[in-house]
T-cell receptor, first 109, second 115 residues
Framework: DAKTTQPNSMESNEEEPVHLPCNHS???????IHWYRQLPSQGPEYVIH???SNVNNRMASLAIAEDRKSSTLILHRATLRDAAVYYC??????????FGQGTELSVKP | GAGVSQSPRYKVTKRGQDVALRCDPI?????LYWYRQALGQGPEFLTY????????KSGLPNDRFSAERPEGSISTLTIQRTEQRDSAMYRC?????????????FGPGTRLTVL
């Protein structure tokens, strides 16, 4: 079964970088890796996506392993507003979008 | 502009009743997705549409669940003969590009409670 594996929780200090890992060992060669985050009592919010190369946008960076079996979402300077549950996801071979269990990130001032 | 809206925001129903959950996507968005999310878990894909065509319904748990998007805009997820295990947050999302599973914009969800 296609699935992702993420740590249940992580802590960071404000203004420090955060590296959120995800294992997706069953991903096929053509699937994008997506990351979403979910603030309390809100719907998920798109963060970033990538295929093979590392990606950067205004919210974060995405580092993708060469074998594509894992990726890391990087928040360069965590703020209190970044406290959320972060999900990695990808489409399985049937086209269904699989979400991981998520990593709950807490940020300490 | 307006985001994705869903109604009702909360629905309490008795076991055996039918419920209809509505999703109003962002204007102009081609694809519309339905998910179910249990407390403390990630979203679980149910189905999605490009315009009015249902592309994939493999995530629908059983034949009590159905969805439609007849005019390529508003969508309705219907659950017939509800059961207690159907209780969850039901989320809708839309994306501008077809089949764009990234850059989905999610709505606030409908919290369904089946008594």
């Amino acid at each position: 079964d296609a699935k992702t594996t993420q740590p249940n929780s992580m802590e960071s200090n404000e203004e420090e970088p955060v590296h959120l890992p995800c294992n997706h060992s069953t991903i096929s060669g053509t699937d994008y890796i997506h990351w979403y985050r979910q603030l309390p009592s809100q719907g998920p919010e798109y963060v970033i996506h990538g295929l093979t190369s590392n990606v950067n946008n205004r919210m974060a960076s995405l580092a993708i392993a060469e074998d594509r079996k894992s990726s890391t979402l990087i928040l360069h300077r965590a703020t209190l507003r970044d406290a959320a549950v972060y999900y990695c996801s990808f489409r399985d071979q049937g086209g269904k979008l699989i979400f991981g269990q998520g990593t709950e990130l807490s940020v300490k001032p | 502009g307006a985001g994705v809206s869903q109604s009702p925001r909360y629905k309490v129903t008795k076991r055996g009743q039918d419920v209809a959950l509505r999703c109003d996507p962002i204007s102009g968005h081609v694809s519309l997705y339905w998910y179910r999310q249990a407390l403390g878990q990630g979203p679980e894909f149910l189905t999605y549409f490009n315009y009015e065509a249902q592309q994939d319904k493999s995530g629908l748990p059983n034949d009590r669940f159905s969805a439609e998007r007849p005019e390529g805009s508003i969508s309705t997820l219907t659950i017939q003969r509800t059961e207690q295990r159907d209780s969850a947050m039901y989320r809708c999302a839309s994306s501008l590009a077809k089949d764009s599973f990234y850059e989905q914009f999610f709505g606030p969800g409908t919290r369904l409670t089946v008594l």
